[in-house]
């Protein structure tokens, strides 16, 4: 793969994403992974980097499928971590 950075696709990428973030444009799946990567792949750009933990942030806080997925998760965590009761004598 070239280190040299294509701005047809930095172009493309970035009307995907907005696109997608402003309800205008739905996502296949190939798109999905397609913006995904180029994201990952840009991280180190401040604004990329900005814009991940907003989504992320609005997806943990707004999206209760997100909230009870990740409650169901830390239960069956703890309950299948949990040590078994021990059962006590009297006396």
Same mark, same amino acid.
């Given at each position: 793969?070239?280190? /040299?950075?294509?701005?047809?696709?930095?172009?493309?990428?970035? %009307? $995907? $994403?907005?696109?997608? $973030?402003? #309800? =205008?444009?739905?996502? %296949?799946?190939?798109? @999905? @992974? +397609?913006? #995904?990567?180029?994201?990952?792949?840009?991280?180190d750009?401040?604004?990329?980097? +900005?814009?991940?933990?907003?989504? /992320?942030?609005? =997806?943990i806080?707004?999206?209760?499928?997100? @909230?009870?997925?990740? +409650?169901? +998760?830390?239960?069956? @965590?703890?309950?299948? %971590?949990?040590?078994?009761?021990?059962? %006590?004598?009297? #006396?």
């Amino acid at each position: 793969m070239e280190d /040299v950075e294509d701005p047809t696709r930095d172009a493309v990428m970035m %009307s $995907l $994403l907005v696109g997608g $973030l402003t #309800g =205008q444009r739905h996502f %296949s799946d190939e798109d @999905r @992974r +397609a913006v #995904g990567e180029w994201m990952v792949d840009h991280t180190d750009v401040p604004e990329v980097r +900005a814009l991940l933990i907003k989504i /992320v942030s609005t =997806q943990i806080v707004e999206t209760s499928e997100f @909230r009870v997925g990740v +409650a169901e +998760a830390i239960r069956e @965590r703890f309950q299948s %971590s949990a040590p078994t009761p021990v059962e %006590s004598s009297p #006396g």
